[in-house]
C-alpha cells in the first residue's frame, strides 16, 4: 500500500501532526473550524468522521489529506467515494465514557472486514489503550498482518493528572508515549501517538519512535479560531523543534 506521498514525507521526518475533529463530531460548523485551523495552522493531515458530506465540505476547505474515521467498516464506503484519502479505525475514545470496549479480537475483525472492502486504500488502525501493553504490542503485530499500514496509540482517557502545568501534561501523555515506544520498536510501519498530547509532549512522542502525533480536543474544543490556528502551529513548531533518529531495535 503506498501512502499519500504528503503523509509519508511527513512520517518519514518524524514531523506529522493530524488535526482531529472528531469520530462522533457531524457538527458542519465545527468541523469546518477544526479543518480550517488544520489549514492555516500547517497541520498535515485532518481527520473527520466517515461522512461523504463531511468529505465534500471539508475537500471544499483544504487540499490537505482527509482521513476519515469510524468504528462500522461500511460507513467508509461512502466517504472513500467522495474523496477521503484515507480511513482510521478508531479512536476509541469516545465511547468509553459510555462503557463501550473494543478488544482485540473485535479490533482485528473489524480490521479485517474493512480490508475485505476496501483493499486499496491506506488504513490506520487505532490500539485500544484498555489493553495491557503486551497485548497492545501484539495486537499492532497482528493488525499490520491483516493490511493495517499505520497504527495510532491512545490513552488521553485512561490517565488521571495529579498536578497541572507541564507535569500535568506529560502525566496526562504518559499511557500513549509509553504504547507508542512499545509498539514503535515492533512493527515497522508508522507509528501515531494520539490522545492527550500537547506541544509540550509531541516531542516526546517522536522521541519515543512514533512518526506523528494526533491531536483532537486541545484544538477543537476553543472557540477562538486565532486560537485553534495557534494551537497548531505550536505542535507544528514543537514537532519540527525535533530531529528524529532511528531507535535501535
Request: aromatic share 4%.
Amino acid at each position: 500500500m503506498t501512502i499519500h506521498s504528503q503523509l509519508q514525507s511527513a512520517f518519514d521526518r518524524g514531523t506529522a501532526l493530524k488535526v482531529i475533529s472528531g469520530l462522533t463530531n457531524f457538527d458542519r460548523d465545527r468541523v469546518a473550524f477544526t479543518v480550517k485551523a488544520a489549514e492555516a495552522g500547517g497541520a498535515t493531515f485532518v481527520d473527520i468522521a466517515a461522512s461523504a458530506d463531511l468529505v465534500r465540505l471539508a475537500k471544499s476547505l483544504t487540499a490537505l489529506p482527509i482521513c476519515v474515521s469510524a468504528v462500522e467498516p461500511e460507513k467508509f464506503v461512502s466517504a472513500v467515494e467522495a474523496g477521503a484519502d484515507l480511513i482510521e479505525i478508531g479512536n476509541f475514545d469516545a465511547f468509553y465514557a459510555r462503557g463501550l470496549r473494543f478488544e482485540a479480537a473485535e479490533v482485528l475483525q473489524l480490521t479485517q472486514q474493512t480490508r475485505a472492502l476496501l483493499p486499496e486504500i491506506t488504513l490506520s488502525v487505532t490500539v485500544p489503550h484498555i489493553l495491557a501493553p503486551d497485548e497492545q504490542v501484539q495486537l499492532a503485530e497482528a493488525l499490520v498482518d491483516a493490511g493495517a499500514d499505520i497504527i495510532q496509540t491512545e490513552g488521553g482517557t485512561s490517565s488521571q493528572p495529579n498536578h497541572g502545568g507541564t507535569l500535568g501534561l506529560i502525566e496526562k501523555a504518559a499511557p500513549t508515549l509509553a504504547a507508542a515506544r512499545e509498539i514503535s520498536l515492533t512493527v515497522s510501519v508508522p507509528v501515531l501517538c494520539a490522545s492527550g498530547i500537547s506541544s509540550v509532549t509531541a516531542p516526546m512522542a517522536i522521541a519515543a519512535g512514533a512518526a506523528g502525533v494526533g491531536v483532537g480536543s486541545a484544538i477543537n474544543r476553543l472557540d477562538s479560531e486565532v486560537g485553534a490556528i495557534a494551537t497548531v502551529r505550536s505542535l507544528v513548531a514543537a514537532l519540527e523543534s525535533v530531529r528524529r533518529t532511528p531507535i535501535a531495535r
